[in-house]
């Protein structure tokens, strides 16, 4: 059974920093794009960052370059997501997600989020 589980939200500061984790388990992921996504309240999910978990290439949403950065690390099977100058605007439950297409087979996972608050 494939899950993947976050940790790291909490309460910080505005210009504070976080690290959420996500410990992915149940199958290999080799070739999937890991990211991470958010949803604040009254909105829309929305794309914060992506991993491709074998090459490691990465890509960011515009809102969060320079502030945020994904990583990951094999042995632990584990993506990282560092956010830095935390703004309040930042507020919102934060998703971890495995995606991976195969000709037109698509397996999709996601975690079941973890919360981040800045105050002001």
């Known amino acids: 059974q494939v899950q993947l589980q976050e940790s790291g939200g909490g309460l910080v500061q505005a210009g504070g920093s976080l690290t959420l984790s996500c410990v992915a388990s149940?199958?290999?992921?080799?070739?999937?794009?890991m990211g991470w996504y958010r949803q604040a309240p009254g909105k829309e999910r929305e794309f914060v960052a992506v991993?491709?978990?074998?090459?490691?290439?990465?890509y960011y949403a515009d809102f969060v370059k320079g502030r945020f950065i994904i990583s990951r690390d094999n042995a632990k099977n584990t993506l990282y997501l560092q956010m830095n100058s935390l703004k309040p605007e930042d507020t919102a439950v934060y998703y971890c997600?495995?995606?991976?297409?195969?000709?037109?087979?698509?397996?999709?996972?996601w975690g079941q989020g973890t919360q981040v608050t800045v105050s002001s």
């Open positions: 991993l491709n978990w074998s090459a490691g290439d990465t």
């Open positions: 149940g199958r290999t992921f080799a070739g999937f794009a």
């Open positions: 997600n495995a995606y991976h297409l195969t000709g037109t087979t698509s397996d999709n996972y």
